[in-house]
């Protein structure tokens, strides 16, 4: 079994910079994949970015890219994201999720299907 927990969730001015976490314990072994997703209210669940071979590769969604940076600590087993000039859309419940696949695109990485394990998130909100 494998379970995720976020953390480092709160609220901030836009601008600001953040960062969370999600603690990964439990079978890790075949896990190739790890993300990001959010969900904002009414919206749907959306992909944020992701990373696989022990943070070899990442992919960032179009809305992110340039501002929000993902990576990990494989000694602590932990995936980070780090979220610079955050903006009032950028609200939302962040979730990390990890799957038995090899993401080799942003697209691939963007399949909720494809992951097999989900956190409970941490609400991230951006005041204007």
């Known amino acids: 079994q494998v379970q995720l927990v976020e953390s480092g969730g709160g609220l901030v001015q836009a601008g600001d910079s953040l960062s969370v976490s999600c603690a990964v314990s439990g079978r890790t072994v075949n896990l190739y994949t790890l993300a990001w997703f959010r969900q904002a209210p009414g919206k749907e669940r959306e992909f944020v970015a992701a990373?696989?071979?022990?943070?070899?590769?990442?992919y960032y969604a179009e809305s992110v890219k340039g501002r929000f940076t993902v990576s990990s600590d494989n000694a602590k087993i932990t995936m980070y994201l780090q979220m610079r000039r955050l903006k009032h859309e950028d609200t939302a419940v962040y979730y990390c999720?990890?799957?038995?696949?090899?993401?080799?695109?942003?697209?691939?990485?963007?399949?909720?299907?494809?992951?097999?394990?989900w956190g409970q998130g941490t609400q991230v909100t951006v005041s204007s």
């Open positions: 999720a990890a799957s038995k696949y090899v993401v080799t695109s942003a697209t691939a990485g963007a399949t909720v299907s494809w992951y097999d394990y």
């Open positions: 990373l696989t071979g022990s943070g070899g590769s990442t």
